[in-house]
C-alpha cells in the first residue's frame, strides 16, 4: 500500500549554513549574501572584538573594535575615491552603538577637518573644526552646531569669542576687527550685534586702520545703557 512521505518545510540555505556555522572566536573572511565581507572576531554568531568590514556597495572599509555586531570602541572608517580608486580616511576616533561616539576625527576634505567629542553621530562636546575657506573655531558644540562658548578665528584673522546658540553668534562677545584695528564689545541675537560699543584695538599696527580714531563715549553709565538694552532682548 502506498503512503505518503511526510515532508518538513526547508529552511533558506543562507540560515542552514548560519547554523552550522554558529560563529564565535576568530574565523576567516565571512561573505554576507550582499557581498559585503567581514574578517575578524565573533561572539555567539555577532561580530564582537577585533575585526575589519568591508561594504561591497560604496567599497567603504570599517577597522576597529565591535560589540555585539556593531561598531563599538575605537575604530578607523575610510572610502572609496572613485577618481584614484584609492582609500582614504574619513573618520578615526571613538564608537558606541554603531554611531560615532567620545573623540575623534572626521576629514570632510582636506582642508577642512574636525577634531573632537561626538555624540550619536554628531558633533557634541568641546571640538574644533577647520574650514575649508580657512576660518577655525575651537569650542563647545551641540547636535553638530556651535553652541555655547566658543572662539572662532577668520581666515582675514578677525576673530570672535563669546556665546553661540544653535551655530550663531547669541549672548555676550568680543568681535576684534584685527584688519582695522577695533574692537566691537556686545551682544548678539541670532548672528547679529544687536547693542555694544565700539573702541580702537590695536589701531596703530593694523594693516587697514579706520581714517580717523573713534572718539571716546561720554555717557555717564555706560554699562546701564548696555544692560538695559540687553534685557529689552532677553524679554523679547
Not at 500500500?1 to 511526510?6: E, W
Not at 577647520?130 to 553652541?147: A, F, L, R, S, V
Request: aromatic share 16%; glycine share 14%; with cysteine.
Amino acid at each position: 500500500m502506498p503512503y505518503l512521505k511526510k515532508t518538513q518545510k526547508s529552511q533558506p540555505l543562507s540560515k542552514i549554513w548560519d547554523i552550522k556555522a554558529q560563529k564565535c572566536g576568530l574565523r576567516h573572511t565571512v561573505f554576507s549574501v550582499n557581498g559585503d565581507e567581514y574578517t575578524g572576531e565573533w561572539l555567539d554568531n555577532k561580530k564582537h572584538g577585533k575585526g575589519t568590514q568591508v561594504w561591497k556597495k560604496d567599497g567603504a572599509i570599517y577597522d576597529g573594535d565591535w560589540k555585539c555586531g556593531k561598531r563599538d570602541g575605537y575604530g578607523t572608517y575610510s572610502i572609496l575615491l572613485p577618481e584614484t580608486n584609492e582609500y582614504a580616511r574619513q573618520y578615526c576616533g571613538g564608537w558606541k552603538n554603531g554611531k560615532k561616539h567620545g573623540y575623534g576625527t572626521y576629514f570632510y576634505s582636506k582642508s577642512a577637518v574636525y577634531e573632537g567629542e561626538w555624540s550619536e553621530d554628531r558633533r557634541s562636546g568641546w571640538g574644533r573644526m577647520y574650514y575649508d575657506n580657512g576660518d577655525i573655531y575651537e569650542g563647545e558644540w551641540m547636535k553638530d552646531k556651535n553652541h555655547g562658548q566658543g572662539i572662532i578665528r577668520f581666515a582675514n584673522e578677525n576673530w570672535y569669542e563669546g556665546s553661540w546658540k544653535d551655530g550663531k553668534k547669541n549672548g555676550n562677545g568680543k568681535f576684534y576687527y584685527l584688519d582695522k584695528g577695533q574692537l566691537y564689545e556686545g551682544f548678539w541675537v541670532d548672528g547679529v550685534a544687536k547693542c555694544g560699543t565700539l573702541s580702537d584695538f590695536g589701531r596703530d599696527e593694523a594693516p587697514t586702520p579706520t581714517k580717523y580714531p573713534i572718539p571716546k563715549v561720554h555717557l555717564l553709565d555706560t554699562q546701564s545703557v548696555l544692560m538695559e538694552t540687553q534685557s529689552a532682548y532677553h524679554d523679547q
